[in-house]
């Protein structure tokens, strides 16, 4: 019988370093154990493909007014169908402001503020059909599973969750509840990505074999992290990166690889490798943002995570994913990459080939994705222009604007959502599983399968051509 590298490590005992439970850093002490996140008992309940009861309006509730919170309460608040009402801060002045923005579309929500359990009054009302939720990462799950045991359903920005224990815990309460948990990042629902997944699913690209996905950004610069002390309440974004070596921040660069590559729904994630490099930038930047404004003084010394971090993934139908997360190093931002047995993707600037001879120019690229654009893209471009509020002209080309319309759009025609809870946290859980393998010197681990086998059976829900209906929703 062949042996493992798995075998070789337990019968050597140079198993490294384990983590207890599904926290993040161990107690130091040496495991046996090569799947240091055991998986759960039997799935109760498929939420791939479930269409809840159609909701002629959708009643929203936004908790976390901030740097995403006010993005969205503008953004949902200018979607047909859509009432605002209640908006959830703790600080005033946020939750007013906001409120003051959509009056003009008339929104009259109800104000919550100034106490940490403010927001748990507005998932307990009766009046409330979705719960969005953009506050510090740390209060996503708890957020998101209080809202659906309160029969909500829930728009949550990324991560969902932070551990391997809120990963279940988001699944198993949206599956016991049947209420919908969307984790909000980019997706396949606009531009490229859009035509790219069409290209997948007509065979432009022969076999899937290989995508990358990236988070590459700087962010240890006056214009963000250390823009203002009031930016992020307690400072908790610049928090995160204290003590936590791994992949942050997968979402966005790993969720159109998941649409694309039928993750929960034909191929499964089998098992993972991470690796970081030191810190070459953050805590310099910290010393130079404190020589200006003592607040930052409290995070000097701190260990910050390492500049790069590598996490490399093996699927069940042997395919590579590469994802990488950089916030602190002077790099443009690079696009993502697709590679098949016939063709290949790579982006910024976006460019196809289907040879190694050369990569397709730009009028040949702009006419595959004139030819490959989707149907839901173009009904959204035409709802999009049609709009005559400054709400939705201003803020509908980011990354999020079309999912955040298409779940509406799915609650009022009573459709599947096009990502549900399983993707939610098989995205969310790179974070935790990267810092273990970088916390046992780039050693693999096993990736929970959050559908319990159901990934074999499962259909893409992605419903790109609205062959299922929907669609029908307009913009304000």
Known sequence: MKNTRRDFLKTTGLTGVGLLGAGFIGSGCQTNNADPFPQRQQQTFNMSGYAAPRLEVVRVGVIGIGDRGSGSVSQYASIEGVEIKALSDLEADRVQNSADRIQSLGHTPDLYSGHEDE???VCERSDIDLIVIATPWHLHTPMAVFAMEHDKHVSVQLPAATT????????ETSERTRKHCVQISASCHRDVM????????QGFFGDIIHGEGNYIHELINDTYFFHSRDKFHNQWRIKENIGKHGNLYAGHG????VQMMDINCGDKLEYLSSVSSNDFNFAEAVKKYAEQDDIWEQFIGKEFRGNMNITIIRTAKGRTIELQHDISSPRPRPGGLLSGSKAIYQGRPDRWAISDRRWLNEEEGN?????YTP???KRFDEITRQATSDHARSGYYDLASALDWRVIDSLRNGVPMDLSVYEAAVTSCIMPLSIWSVANRTNSVTVPDFTRGAWETNQNQLDIHLQNG???TRLR
Request: glycine share 6%.
């Open 119 to 121: 927001w748990k009054k």
């Open 164 to 171: 391997i224990d809120e990963c279940w815990q988001l699944v």
């Open 194 to 201: 859009a035509a790219n997944f069409n290209m997948v699913k």
């Open 254 to 257: 790993f969720t159109p690889l």
């Open 367 to 371: 006419e595959l994705v004139e030819e």
């Open 375 to 377: 149907e839901m893209v």
């Open 470 to 472: 929907g669609g029908s």
